[in-house]
């Protein structure tokens, strides 16, 4: 049984980190559909003239807050930034290339709240529609 609860979207700073080391900031957006996926989060940003948009589990964030977390496309995992500020560095990989950023921890943990109170840990489940889901992956 499917149960309905609110989007979430939060527009951020990320900084991307080039190989020397150079930060430049990116505005980004996260978000968090249950209706879409409520096991998955998203973070969509403009790089020159094309729009990304990478998913990756909650799951995924949550852990990267705490610890190294990510064995696939996407690793999270806390550091300090050259301020002494609290980030989270999102590494993203693909056959098309990587990126290095870093997002202020204290943005990242406002987002998950914001996303727990919607959807609470544990409860995904609930807000699955297995039927619509089985729907789009014959569809494609």
């Known amino acids: 049984m499917t149960t309905w609860a609110p ?6 700073s990320l900084e991307l980190i080039d190989p020397s080391g150079t930060f430049a900031p990116i505005s980004a957006t996260l978000g968090y559909d249950p209706q879409q996926d409520p096991y998955a989060v998203t973070a969509g940003f403009t790089v020159g003239e094309c729009d990304v948009v990478w998913t990756f589990a909650r799951d995924l964030l949550i852990e990267g807050l705490r610890e190294p977390s990510g064995d696939g496309d996407v690793h999270v995992w806390p550091a300090v930034d ?5 980030v989270v560095v999102l590494e993203l990989n693909s ?11 204290a943005e990242v943990e406002r987002f998950l ?4 109170r919607s959807v609470p840990h544990g409860a995904e489940g609930r807000h699955l529609d297995l039927d619509a889901l089985v729907h789009r992956l014959l569809d494609d």
Request: proline fraction near 4%.
């Open 7 to 12: 989007a979430v979207r939060q527009r951020t």
């Open 82 to 86: 050259d301020r002494d500020v609290r």
């Open 113 to 116: 709240d914001q996303s727990l």
């Open 95 to 105: 056959p098309d290339g990587s990126a290095l950023l870093q997002a202020r921890t």
